[in-house]
């Protein structure tokens, strides 16, 4: 046997059972495996016994022929795991032939396995009081997420885990996060730093603004904060168009109020001021009523409006309106008379990339510019409105601020770090690690004496109802379904730390202005499409906010293998780290046959022959003749003229599809509540 096996490098002997287990390396690679079985004599401990196993099978040698293999071999190890009392006796036997073996710490599943697998302190792995090689550590990582998640990770998360696995030393610690653990050393991703740039403050003492205003901004405030002083030194009281790109909770918003206000109180032009969400409209609407009702007239215009147009809350000719965009997108398709707009603040602007929405925004703000500019024409005392642009997250604030036409103002500083943190769990368990998450929060206080309070962001609403009921702490839903009484109860509670939670849609992201420590994903959708990395980090920029944390929270649950509908291409553990690295997506809108077909015959219907100059002015490149063709081709419009029926499907923003799906139900005779039951069907499909 010894000139078939050759030379030997390493003989391993491991105790299995009552017998010791012998494996045969060369260059790394085992050789083969065998059994040896030892019995005591006059002499002490020999080789009794020696099979050599044949797959299945051990086939009996000569007990000889171990001691010439141990003869032959360059060294002899003893695995660590063997017992005391068995080491003593391979020992015995060794030195009875004048062999010399090394005790070393092997795996023992290797070992079981017939592999010599050596560990030491940097590399063993402990599970289960016993210690093992990191492959073997990463096979059973492996199977303990097959058995709890009823999945396999994919890409950055599995890389994730077995680089946690190798730094922690301890499967069992690793096989607990698989569980919803929140060992907060495993959870944790990173930090996001505090940062803060070095900007010269402008005294508020040094603004020139209408009185009224300026004792009100000096009572709040002695210096401006950053971004606003920024805004300031680059031509905000000078009219000029701004996209200011800033973190959440930097002061982006007065940067669009103070010429707003000022222009007002001056009578130089109201302020527009427009936000994509009537939850978000409200809040603002409120805002602006607190501080200035007294001496200016505020009020709202939301997208409801379209629906029953009857006035209720809009005054057009108030100094200060505030509304959706769709909201006064209606008033310019419907002819409706803003009077001189002096400011025109539009908030979230990165809806332009939304597939949705942003080409009734592009359009929007192409249209506003029309309506002002043919105002100006005809007024020699109205001189036009300005434009500011807010955001928090822009991909590309330098190409969009050009495409704008207006002086971009970005300002990296984010007020307080924030930790972002990874933990994998199914959907049936999510609900327990929120609760605890969300208890440990409230239970905490910041240096400045505020609890620890959660926003929880999932993907539909009854999902928020589902969240909110199995909280031990107070906590309460909040998404669009809920009316205006509802919403504003559990803003008011929140602000008043009665809540510890609010459960809240991903849709509604934009809307949520609560002051929360702490943001949990209860998933990474928005229905049924994964979150942009733009949505995504507009979303963690509410944990933390500089009045009132210490620094802000942002937890990740993930369920490995998950997708929320069939046609996701993406797994929530492999989104979830696209997510954690991505970049920035850019804004910019993308138009489509349905799009560009919206937005033009919406600019026939306000500009007539112009139509083609608002659409070339637009963020996004829009295929004017094709678009003009199709109006024509489905009688939306006679020349540059609308139709009736173009301007009943402009006046309520229906897509082409939708007007003949409506027209096909209206000449067979379909039921009114059956149309729009057939509709929402459509749409749920």
């Known amino acids: 046997m010894s000139q078939q096996v ?4 390493t003989l391993f002997l491991h105790e299995s059972g009552d017998d010791f287990l012998v494996v045969v390396e060369r260059d790394g690679e085992r050789v083969f495996r065998a059994v040896l079985e030892l019995k005591e004599t006059d002499a002490g401990p020999r080789p009794a016994k020696f099979r050599v196993k044949r797959s299945s099978s051990e086939e009996p040698r000569d007990p000889s022929q171990f001691v010439e293999l141990a003869r032959r071999a360059s060294r002899i190890r003893i695995s660590q795991q063997t017992s005391k009392h068995r080491r003593k006796e391979l020992q015995e036997m060794l030195d009875g032939y004048q062999l010399e073996a ?39 990582l492996e199977r303990e997420l097959d058995f709890s998640a009823s999945g396999r990770l994919t890409g950055a998360a599995q890389d994730r885990l077995e680089d946690l696995l190798l730094e922690t030393q301890d ?6 996060l698989l569980s919803g653990g929140l060992d907060p050393d495993l959870t944790k991703f990173d930090t996001v730093s505090a940062t803060t740039d070095e900007v010269d403050l402008v005294e508020t003492s040094t603004l020139d603004l209408h009185p009224e205003l300026q004792r009100r901004v000096e009572d709040r405030f002695d210096t401006l904060l950053p971004v606003q002083s920024l805004a300031v030194d680059n031509g905000l009281f000078e009219e000029r168009d701004q996209l200011v790109v800033s973190a959440t909770a930097t002061g982006k918003t007065l940067v669009g109020e103070l010429p707003g206000i000022d222009r007002a109180l001056k009578g130089d032009g ?36 379209r629906i029953n147009d009857d006035g209720n809350r809009f005054d057009p000719n108030a100094d200060v309106v505030v509304g959706t965009y769709e909201g006064i997108d209606h008033a310019l398709r419907t002819g409706k008379d803003l009077g001189d707009v002096g400011t025109v603040v539009i908030d979230e ?8 929405r942003g080409h009734r925004l592009d359009g929007l703000i192409s249209r506003l510019k029309y309506y002002n500019e043919r105002r100006q024409r005809r007024r020699e005392s109205y001189d036009g409105a300005q434009y500011v642009y807010l955001s928090a997250t822009v991909g590309n604030p330098e ?27 199914d959907g049936r368990e999510k609900p327990d690690i929120i609760n605890k998450l969300v208890r440990r929060e409230f239970d905490s206080k910041s240096s400045k004496g505020y609890r620890g309070q959660t926003i929880v962001f999932t993907n539909s609403r009854r999902r928020c109802h589902e969240i909110s009921r199995k909280l031990e ?30 459960v809240t849609t991903a849709a509604l992201a934009a809307g949520v202005d609560f002051p929360a420590s702490q943001v949990i994903f209860d998933s990474l959708a928005m229905g049924i499409e994964w979150l942009s990395v733009q949505e995504f980090e507009q979303m963690l920029g509410r944990a933390g906010r500089p009045d009132y944390h210490d620094q802000g929270k942002v937890y990740l649950l993930v369920e490995p293998d998950c997708v929320y509908h069939n046609s996701m291409e993406m797994t929530e553990d492999e989104v979830a780290f696209k997510l954690l690295k991505g970049e920035m997506e850019d804004v910019l809108t993308h138009y489509d046959e349905t799009a560009a077909a919206e937005e033009t015959l919406a600019n026939v219907v306000v500009a007539g022959k112009r139509a083609k100059r608002l659409n070339d002015r637009m963020v996004g490149d829009v295929p004017t003749k094709h678009a003009i063709g199709k109006l024509l081709q489905w009688e939306f419009i006679d020349g540059f003229e609308p139709t009736p029926l173009g301007r009943a499907v402009c006046r309520h923003f229906l897509s082409p599809k939708d007007a003949f799906r409506i027209l096909d139900c209206i000449r067979s ?12 069907l459509q749409d749920e499909f």
């Open 6 to 9: 050759g030379r030997v490098d």
């Open 102 to 140: 090394l005790v070393v710490r092997t795996c023992r599943y290797c070992a079981s396995d017939g592999r010599y697998s050596p560990i030491t302190e940097e590399t063993a792995i402990k599970t289960d009081r016993e210690f093992i090689c990191p492959d073997c550590a990463k096979r059973e």
């Open 171 to 176: 499967l069992d610690r690793i096989s607990n």
């Open 270 to 305: 109201k302020l527009l001021f427009l936000v994509p969400l009537v939850a978000l409209a409200n809040q603002k609407h409120e805002d602006f009523e607190e501080r200035y009702g007294d001496v200016l007239d505020v009020t709202i215009r939301v997208g409801a409006s």
């Open 349 to 356: 602007i990165h809806t332009l990339k939304e597939e949705e």
């Open 399 to 425: 190409s969009l601020a050009a495409r704008l036409r207006a002086t971009l103002i970005e300002f990296e500083e984010r007020p307080v770090p924030i930790e972002r943190h990874v933990t994998f769990a």
């Open 473 to 502: 702490y107070d906590a309460a839903p909040y998404h669009a379904g809920l009316d205006y009484g509802q919403r504003k109860r559990v803003e008011r509670q929140f602000g008043d730390q009665d809540l510890a939670a609010v």
């Open 669 to 680: 005779g379909t039921d009114p509540y059956d149309l729009v039951a057939e509709m929402e």
